[in-house]
């Protein structure tokens, strides 16, 4: 079965940084968008940022722009999102997820991630 496994998330204060891990277990993540979506309490799943199969591309929500780095690291299996600046707005759990079909659109839509998806970890911004 393929797992996508996160961590790395926690309590921050506003302004500060983390860094989310996303790292796959029984295959490789070379030929997978990889997506990053998140899901604040009451409200729907949405996307946060996307890299492409070989990381020449990569999309972000206007919301995080200039904030987050998605990357990836193939020695590792791995995709990182780098957050820095947070704010409370981004409290919320975050996944990930990979699909060998979708692409890295300006709308990260998670109804075009299938394949896989991680159980989450979450994220609070607070003092």
């Known amino acids: 079965q393929l797992q996508l496994v996160e961590s790395g998330g926690g309590l921050v204060q506003p302004g500060g940084s983390l860094r989310l891990s996303c790292e796959a277990s029984r295959f490789t993540l070379d030929s997978y968008t990889i997506g990053w979506f998140r899901q604040a309490p009451g409200k729907e799943r949405e996307g946060v940022s996307c890299?492409?199969?070989?990381?020449?591309?990569?999309t972000y929500a206007d919301s995080v722009k200039g904030r987050f780095t998605i990357s990836r690291d193939r020695a590792k299996n791995t995709v990182y999102l780098q957050m820095n600046s947070l704010e409370p707005e981004d409290t919320a759990v975050y996944y990930c997820?990979?699909?060998?079909?979708?692409?890295?659109?300006?709308?990260?839509?998670?109804?075009?991630?299938?394949?896989?998806w991680g159980q989450g970890t979450p994220v609070t911004v607070s003092l």
């Open positions: 997820s990979a699909d060998h079909v979708a692409r890295c659109w300006s709308n990260i839509d998670p109804k075009w991630f299938l394949d896989v």
């Open positions: 890299i492409s199969r070989n990381a020449d591309h990569t």
